[in-house]
């Protein structure tokens, strides 16, 4: 199973940005997608943006975004670490959440949804105060 790690999280004001990483290490050749997605507690985990692994249009890969966090949040590729960054530019309070990086090692179901990911990070804190 593919293992993650994530880092770069922390306490911002509105309208700063972060950076969130996701290492992978393991069979990450499996890997079909890799996703973020965030959670507040006693809630839902929600989908924040995917890339798509195994193919890519004109060179550059396929990503998919929540729409609130369109335009502001960006997944890329970290290939010295087979895993994955969120750019997180000006973020607003409603982006509070923990933040979960996770791998799809297959075709089946959607991206946005968190139940057909297999692997999963620890997660990382990202706060944004007012």
């Known amino acids: 199973q593919v293992q993650l790690v994530e880092s770069g999280g922390g306490l911002v004001q509105a309208g700063a940005s972060l950076k969130l990483s996701c290492a992978a290490s393991g069979p990450t050749g499996s890997v079909h997608f890799m996703g973020w997605f965030r959670q507040d507690p006693g809630k839902e985990r929600q989908f924040v943006a995917a890339i798509k692994f195994v193919a890519a249009i004109n060179g550059r890969d396929i990503t998919y975004y929540k729409d609130s966090v369109k335009g502001r949040f960006t997944i890329s590729r970290d290939n010295a670490k087979n895993g994955v960054y969120l750019q997180m530019n000006s973020l607003k309070p409603e982006d509070t959440a923990g933040y979960y990086c996770?791998?799809?090692?297959?075709?089946?179901?959607?991206?946005?949804?968190?139940?057909?990911?297999?692997?999963w990070g620890q997660g990382t804190q990202v706060t944004v105060s007012s």
């Open positions: 996770a791998a799809k090692t297959n075709m089946v179901g959607s991206y946005d949804d968190p139940a057909n990911f297999s692997s």
